[in-house]
C-alpha cells in the first residue's frame, strides 16, 4: 500500500485496541512523572530549556575547555566529570535524542552514548569553527531547508571539524562574508555534527563550497579560495540590473518604477567626489531587489540633465516612490561609499507593513493569503529588513501587514495572541492561521510563509480543538520555547501535505492553552498524538515527515507482529528452516522500550521479507518472559535459521540501539546476496561478462561506506535474478577503483549488459545511497535498454 494514500476506513480501530493503549499510555505518564534523571544535562552545560543547538555547542565549547582532562592531569576525577559534560552534549545537540531525555529522562537513553571525547586540542581549534561569527549563519540540520528555500542567494560552505584545508579557508571565508553582508546569506555547515545533511547534498570532500537557490539546481565552487575570486563568483548570481539613466530613458524609467510603489537609488557621476564602484552599485541592488531600483547618471556626458538635479559633485540620492524628482525636501542624500550603510539608510526610509485594523482585517483576509505581525506598540517585527517580506512574498502571492494589538486589543485576544507574533493566513478566512514559532530572521521567516500557505497545518484553540470530530486527526501538543518542537514543526507541514484529505494537521500551544494540554495528560514536549474517534495512538518517532509517514502506515499495516505465548510458540519456535525472527522482549513503563519503539518499527521495514520482526509484551506475559529467561528490557533476540535447536538465539549487545545498527547486526546472520570482486573478477565477470553488475567501490576505513553496506545487501537481494551485486575493496584493489575513475567513497555504478564482449570501465554513476532508490533507478534503466538489446539480439540474428 502507498503510505500516502491511507484512507479514512483503514484508520478506524477497535475500542479494544484502544484500550489497550489507553493502559500502556497510563503506565507510561505515570512512569514519566516519577522519573528523576541523575544528572539535569542542562545544568551541566549551564543553559537553558530554551537553547539553541548553536547556544548548546557554544557552551560545551567554553566548558571543554577548562574541564578537559589533558588540562587537569592531576585530577583523578576529570575524566569522570568531563564524560558527563560530554555525553550531555551528544544528546542535546541531536534533536531526536534530546526529545528522548525531555520525556523519559537518561533511562530514555543509550546507557552508553557519550563514553567517547576528542584531544583538548580538538576542541581548543577544531570545534564549532564557525559559531562566534556574526556574519556566517551556522546552519543545522533544522535550519537548512528553510534557509535555502526562502528565495534568498546562499553561498554554503561544507566543512569538517578535523579538515586541514577547512581551516586554512576560515579567515578567508570570514573575510568573504563581510564583503558580501547584506548582499548574499553566507552560510556554514558542520557536517561532523550533520552527516545526514551533507551526504544528502552529495558532499563526500571538504570544504565543499555550494550556492544554493529556490528554483536553481546547487552549483558547487570549483576555484581559487581566494576573497576576490570567491566575490567574483558570488556576484555571476546578483542578477539585479544596474540601469545606466541619461536623457532619453530617465523620465519612464523613474515613473514606471513609481508606478509599481518602487524607488529609485541614482548614483551621480561628477568630476569632483567619489563616484559609487560599479560593483557597490550592483550589490546594492542585490540587497534591494524588488524594494529598490539601482541606477547611475555619468554627468560628463549628461551634464545637462545632473545640473537639473542640481548635482555639482558625486553624490548618491535616493528618491522614495511617489516623490517629485527635483524636491529637494523628499530626496534623501547619502554620503556614504558602503553598500551595507547606503542599504540600512535606504530601508529606514521604505513605507512601513500595511497596518490592519478591526474592521479591516476579516474582509482583507476572506480570499487572499496574508503573513501578519502582530506587534505590542514599538516591539515586534521592528527591524527595518522586514520590509523586504512584501518583495520576498510576491511572487508567492502573499499579502504583508500588521496589527498593533494595543490599538486592537479584542481581535488579538480572540485569536489568543499574546506576544508579538507572525502569522499566516490562508485566504480561507480569519481562522484558518498558523502561528510561526521559528527563528526570527528574514530568511526562517519566508520560507515559514511559503511553507505555511501550501501546508494543512492549523493553529488550534478550545474552539476548533478536534475532540468530536468525525476525520482523523494528528494534533501536535507543543512549547514555543522548546527547540524539539520547533524542529518538528515543518515535517508536520511537509507531512500534512502527503496526506491531504486523509488526515486534519493541528498545533496546540500547551503555555497558552495549558488547560487543554492537561486534560490529555500532556507532560512532555512535542507531544504528537492521533485523534480518531474513540481511538488515541501517541507518535514515537523521528522529527521528520518520513517518519510520520511511517507513523501513520504503520498504524493501518502494522509491520512487527504482537505476540503472546502460543503465537511465539507457532511462529517462532516452530519457525521455517529458512526463517528468522528478531523479538524485542519489553515492559510499557521501561524507559528505554518506549525509546526503541519507532526505530523498531523503522528496522521491521527495512527487513520487511528478510527477518520477521515481533514483540513480547512482558508485563502482560510475564510468567512467559521469566520462563524465557528474560531478566531485564528491552531484551532483543535474533533466532536463527537452519538451527535444530530451535530454542537458540543471539542476544543484541551493540552499542546502539538504532534501526542502522539493528539492520545490520540482523543481516549479519543472512547468506550474502552480493559477491566480493577480484581485480580479475571485475574484469572477466564485471566488463567481460554477459550479465548485468551494480557495483559498490568501497574502503574498508570509510564510515560511509560502512554505513552504506547493509544498504548495499538489500539492493543485492532487490534485484537478485535480475542484476547481480559486486564489491570492490578500493584499499586493496585500488588500481582497478583508479582505472574506474572512482574519487570517492562509496561509489555505485552500473554496468549493463549491452550484447558486446567488453564494457565502459566507469560504468554509469548513480548517485544514490538508498536501496529502494537505486532499484528503482535499475528497474527503470532495464526497461530502457529491453527494447534495444531485442532489436540488437533481432539483427544479430539475421546476420547469423
Not at 550533520?194 to 565543499?208: A, D, E, H, I, Q
Not at 517585527?381 to 486592537?408: F, M, P, R, T
Not at 582497478?736 to 572512482?742: E, K, L
Amino acid at each position: 500500500m502507498n503510505s500516502k494514500q491511507i484512507s479514512r476506513q483503514q484508520f478506524q480501530l477497535s475500542q479494544t485496541s484502544w484500550s489497550r493503549v489507553l493502559l500502556v499510555s497510563c503506565i507510561v505518564l505515570c512512569l514519566v512523572a516519577r522519573i528523576s534523571s541523575d544528572e539535569d544535562y542542562y545544568k551541566l552545560l549551564g543553559v537553558s530549556k530554551e537553547a539553541s543547538t548553536r547556544e548548546i555547542r557554544q557552551a560545551f565549547k567554553k566548558l571543554a575547555l577548562t574541564m578537559h582532562p589533558d588540562k587537569n592531569p592531576n585530577d583523578e576525577t576529570a575524566h569522570d566529570e568531563f564524560l558527563k559534560i560530554n555525553r550531555a552534549y551528544e544528546v542535546l545537540k541531536d534533536e531526536d535524542l534530546r526529545k528522548k531525555y525531555d520525556k523519559y529522562g537518561e533511562k530514555g537513553l543509550d546507557e552508553q552514548q557519550g563514553g567517547r571525547y576528542e584531544s583538548w586540542n580538538f576542541y581548543r581549534y577544531d570545534f564549532g569553527i564557525y559559531d562566534d561569527d556574526l556574519e556566517i549563519i551556522t546552519l543545522d540540520r533544522g535550519d537548512f531547508d528553510a534557509a535555502v528555500s526562502s528565495g534568498e542567494l546562499w553561498f554554503v560552505n561544507f566543512y569538517f571539524p578535523r579538515c586541514s584545508h577547512c581551516h586554512d579557508l576560515a579567515p578567508t571565508w570570514r573575510e568573504f562574508a563581510k564583503e558580501m553582508d547584506g548582499v548574499i546569506r553566507i552560510g556554514a555547515v558542520n557536517c561532523g555534527d550533520n552527516g545526514r545533511l551533507c551526504r544528502s547534498k552529495g558532499v563526500n570532500s571538504y570544504p565543499s563550497l555550494y550556492i544554493f537557490k529556490a528554483g536553481m539546481n546547487a552549483e558547487k565552487y570549483f576555484g581559487d579560495r581566494s576573497k576576490e575570486s570567491l566575490t567574483k563568483f558570488a556576484m555571476q548570481f546578483v542578477k539585479s540590473r544596474v540601469t545606466e539613466l541619461w536623457q532619453g530613458n530617465i523620465f519612464n524609467e523613474i515613473d514606471r518604477a513609481f508606478a509599481a510603489r518602487i524607488g529609485w537609488l541614482i548614483t551621480f557621476c561628477a568630476d569632483t567626489g567619489d563616484c559609487l564602484e560599479s560593483q557597490t552599485r550592483q550589490k546594492l541592488a542585490g540587497m534591494l531587489e524588488g524594494l529598490v531600483h539601482v541606477g547611475w547618471m555619468d554627468c560628463s556626458t549628461q551634464a545637462e540633465l545632473c545640473e537639473s538635479f542640481e548635482v555639482t559633485s558625486s553624490t548618491t540620492a535616493f528618491f522614495p516612490p511617489g516623490s517629485m524628482l527635483k524636491d529637494k525636501g523628499s530626496v534623501l542624500y547619502l554620503q556614504s561609499l558602503d553598500a551595507r550603510e547606503i542599504y540600512t539608510q535606504v530601508l529606514q526610509h521604505l513605507p512601513d507593513l500595511e497596518t490592519l485594523s478591526k474592521d479591516s482585517f476579516e474582509a482583507k483576509l476572506a480570499h487572499h493569503r496574508w503573513l501578519v505581525s502582530f506587534t505590542f506598540g514599538q516591539t515586534g517585527l521592528a527591524s527595518h529588513e522586514y520590509k523586504k517580506l512584501n518583495a520576498l512574498l510576491k511572487d508567492d502571492h502573499i499579502q504583508v501587514g500588521k496589527v498593533d494589538c494595543l490599538a486592537e486589543a479584542e481581535l488579538c485576544s480572540s485569536l489568543y495572541v499574546q506576544k508579538p507574533s507572525i502569522a499566516v493566513f490562508k485566504g480561507l478566512g480569519i481562522h484558518d492561521f498558523e502561528i510561526h514559532h521559528g527563528k526570527d530572521v528574514l530568511y526562517n521567516i519566508v520560507a515559514f510563509a511559503k511553507e505555511s500557505v501550501k501546508a494543512h497545518v492549523t493553529t488550534l484553540r478550545p474552539e476548533n480543538f478536534p475532540s468530536h470530530e468525525k476525520e482523523p486527526w494528528l494534533v501536535d501538543f507543543f512549547a514555543p520555547w522548546c527547540p524539539p518542537c520547533r524542529a518538528l514543526l515543518p515535517e508536520l507541514r511537509k507531512a500534512s501535505i502527503q496526506l491531504a484529505g486523509q488526515l486534519k494537521f493541528g498545533t496546540l500551544d500547551c503555555t497558552i492553552h495549558d488547560g487543554l494540554c492537561s486534560t490529555y495528560n500532556i507532560q512532555a514536549y512535542p507531544t504528537t498524538v492521533i485523534f480518531n474517534k474513540t481511538s488515541i495512538h501517541e507518535y514515537e518517532g523521528h522529527h521528520s515527515a518520513d517518519g510520520i509517514l511511517e507513523f501513520i502506515e504503520d498504524l493501518v499495516n502494522p509491520v512487527v507482529v504482537t505476540l503472546n505465548p502460543d503465537t511465539f510458540s507457532e511462529l517462532v519456535k516452530r519457525r521455517k528452516s529458512d526463517e528468522l525472527w528478531m523479538v524485542d522482549f519489553y515492559a510499557p513503563w521501561c524507559g528505554p522500550c518506549q525509546a526503541l519503539l519507532p526505530e523498531w518499527r523503522r528496522v521491521a521495514r527495512m527487513l520487511n521479507g528478510m527477518v520477521s520482526v515481533g514483540t513480547v509484551d512482558c508485563q502482560k506475559h510475564h510468567s512467559f518472559c521469566q520462563g524465557e529467561g528474560v531478566r531485564a528490557y528491552p531484551e532483543i533476540r535474533l533466532y536463527s535459521h537452519g538451527s535444530n535447536h530451535r530454542d537458540q538465539y543471539h542476544s543484541y549487545n551493540g552499542w546502539h540501539r538504532d534501526a542502522h545498527s539493528l539492520r545490520t547486526w540482523a543481516m549479519g546472520f543472512l547468506p550474502r546476496a552480493s559477491v566480493d570482486l577480484s581485480p580479475e573478477d571485475f574484469k572477466n565477470q564485471v566488463l567481460g561478462g554477459a550479465e548485468h553488475w551494480v557495483v559498490d567501490f568501497y574502503a574498508p576505513w570509510c564510515g560511509p561506506c560502512q554505513h552504506f553496506a547493509p544498504e548495499f545487501e538489500s539492493l543485492a537481494r532487490m534485484m537478485k535474478g535480475t542484476v547481480r551485486a559486486g564489491k570492490v575493496d578500493c584499499q586493496a584493489h585500488y588500481q582497478t577503483c583508479h582505472s574506474a575513475g572512482v574519487k570517492a567513497y562509496p561509489t555505485v555504478r552500473f554496468y549493463p549488459h549491452l550484447g558486446t564482449k567488453r564494457r565502459d570501465q566507469g560504468g554509469e554513476h548513480i548517485n544514490s545511497r538508498d536501496a529502494g532508490v537505486i532499484a528503482d533507478i535499475l528497474r527503470q534503466r532495464l526497461q530502457q535498454l529491453s527494447p534495444w538489446l531485442q532489436d540488437k539480439s533481432s539483427k544479430l540474428k539475421d546476420e547469423l
